[in-house]
């Protein structure tokens, strides 16, 4: 999983609890070596506890923005899929702001053709 525009990523999980298994398989992909080379300045903290609170990403952005949710629900692939949305609209940002322009500025029509 790439760690693009990534500055922090905290997994919370109780490696007992049933509820954790995304939670765990998100942090194995997260701390391979493919991952850590996609963006050595992002840490990665796991968080290992020994309560009954549902497991939980937290992630910042390069760009600041944070976000954390319960993963108890969710699948690895989810929370990869809500971390690649937000990573791919940075990116479509960033490349913009590279060619003068502001994301904001850009009208679209929406109508049917």
């Known amino acids: 999983m790439p760690l693009r525009h990534l500055k922090r990523v905290r997994v919370q999980f109780n490696p007992l609890d049933p509820r954790s298994t995304a ?21 990665v903290e ?11 990403v937290a992630v910042e952005f390069a ?6 949710f319960n993963v108890h629900r969710m699948t690895v692939d989810d929370i990869a899929g809500r971390i690649k949305t937000v990573s791919d609209q940075m990116a479509v940002k960033q490349s913009l702001a590279e060619a003068g322009l502001k994301f904001d500025d850009l009208r679209f029509d929406v109508r049917g053709t």
């Open 46 to 56: 796991p968080r290992v506890r020994n309560d009954a609170a549902p497991p939980v």
């Open 63 to 68: 760009s600041g923005a944070r976000d954390q």
């Open 23 to 43: 939670a765990r398989e998100f942090l194995a992909r997260v701390t391979t070596a493919k991952a850590a080379k996609s963006n050595p300045e992002c840490a």
